[in-house]
């Protein structure tokens, strides 16, 4: 058995490699919207995709953003996989608001694979006029500048994929404001940090890519059977010898009136996500958890040093939250909300352990298993086969089917 003094010493441990991992990511993400300004570049003409379904927050809002982009030519197009979707009054009325912007809605699209979001990408794919694709998604808002300041990361041909650093914002209801904690904490530091050294993450909120680079890579057939298709299509472009560029470019992600439920739907699935593409961050993301290591190391000594290490590791995790929010869109989170922070790095902990026993997700409707590399698996049996199924029990119960009791 191991003594408290041993305990106190691993959790110690611990807790030097959760404030190295913090203050190296708050450090990526610091510097990764400051780099320097590229050299110009021709700019090339950009087929925007949006893939929709239902009204996000503030759908109109986001969409119109993409209206107001300054950039010499490019196009946008809109699908929805079905043909009363709400949404399609919107992209009407802000086609209306602006006649001279070339922008087409798809309504109604093919089945094509298990994911919902490739089937819309794969239908705006075969009628793009121009041979550079940004995939963006509907809860996304970004400022006229958005699209030179991407493009010029296409700034030679060995770059295959431009992403973007992402910000929450508008929070309202504490679901909202857990989510955008931990985008602007934990994930956002994540991101730059991964981009700094090279490793593979793409967040498929903005993902530019060449047409060519895209065929190279087998295309949105590619990843129709994949939930992580954004992170699968960086991964082969990486395998295929390309670089992978993030923009200094801040996009902007609504969450307004979120729910807890809602909170802890998204990060399961982004955890079973890093699970299977990045097994090995996975395995390390607690000791990234700086409330929860604290938790831990407080009730596991005896002595007041672990308690102080709780509340230095809870305070540098607020920290981590509020200044990178400052950072990131400008502003610092209101105090009351900035108190959900280590709150919010405890619920996500057994979170991250459900990813580990439990391959189920709910996506927008949608319950599938998942598999190696997100491969998607339908959880739910057939219409068909359920009615089959119902029917054998049905006979089964009647009187008149069972077999007569043997006599004594």
């Known amino acids: 058995m191991w003594s408290f003094e041993a305990v106190n010493l691993l959790l ?14 708050m450090f990526a993400l610091f510097w990764a919207p400051r780099r320097k300004k590229l050299a110009t570049v021709d700019l090339p003409p950009i087929s925007v995709f949006k893939p929709l379904r239902g009204l996000d927050e503030e759908l109109e809002q986001n969409l119109r953003s993409f209206f107001l982009i300054d950039y010499p030519r490019y196009e946008l197009l809109f699908c929805v996989a079905d043909a009363d979707d709400p949404a399609i009054a919107v992209v009407e009325a802000l086609r209306r608001e602006f006649p001279d912007r070339d922008a087409t809605l798809i309504a109604g699209c093919p089945h094509y694979g298990l994911n919902p979001k ?31 300041e991407t493009a010029a990361y296409l700034d030679s041909p060995k770059v295959g994929l431009v992403s973007n650093i992402f910000v929450g914002v508008g ?32 967040v498929g909120k903005s993902m530019l890519i ?36 993030l923009s200094h470019h801040v996009i902007e992600n609504v969450n307004r009136e979120r729910s807890f439920r809602w909170f802890l739907n998204r990060h399961s699935r982004w955890y079973k996500i890093r699970r299977r593409v990045a097994p090995l961050a996975f395995a390390i993301e607690p000791a990234a958890n700086p409330a929860a290591v604290g ?33 990131l869109r400008g502003s610092f989170p209101r105090m009351r909300d900035l108190l959900l922070s280590p709150a919010k790095d405890l619920l996500l902990l ?32 057939t219409r068909q ?6 029917r054998v029990h049905r006979l089964r119960n009647q009187p008149g089917d069972r077999p007569p009791t043997p006599e004594a």
Request: charge should be positive; glycine fraction near 10%.
């Open 118 to 148: 490739v089937r819309n990408l794969a239908a705006m794919e075969r009628i793009r006029k121009y041979d550079v694709i940004l995939v963006s998604d509907s809860n996304v808002r970004v400022r006229p500048s958005y699209l030179r």
């Open 295 to 327: 938790i831990v190391w407080a009730f596991s000594g005896e002595s007041g040093i672990a308690w102080g290490g709780l509340l230095l590791l809870v305070g540098m995790g607020m920290a981590r939250d509020a200044l990178q929010t400052r950072w």
């Open 385 to 390: 086969l359920r009615r089959r199924v119902r």
């Open 210 to 245: 060449p047409s060519a680079v895209l065929r190279a890579i087998g295309g949105f057939a590619a990843v129709r059977n994949v939930l992580a298709e954004d992170q699968v299509i960086g991964i082969r472009v990486q395998q295929a010898g390309y670089q992978i560029k």
């Open 350 to 381: 057994p979170v991250w352990f459900d990813a580990i026993v439990n391959r189920r997700i709910n996506w927008r409707g949608h319950r599938f298993l998942v598999g190696r590399m997100t491969r998607l698996r339908s959880s739910r049996a």
């Open 12 to 25: 110690g441990l611990v807790a030097i490699v959760t404030v190295t991992t913090t203050v190296g990511s």
């Open 171 to 202: 929070e309202e209801s504490a679901g909202a404001v857990m989510e955008n904690l931990e985008l602007n904490g934990f994930i956002a530091g994540g991101v730059a940090a991964a981009g700094l050294v090279g490793a593979t993450c793409v």
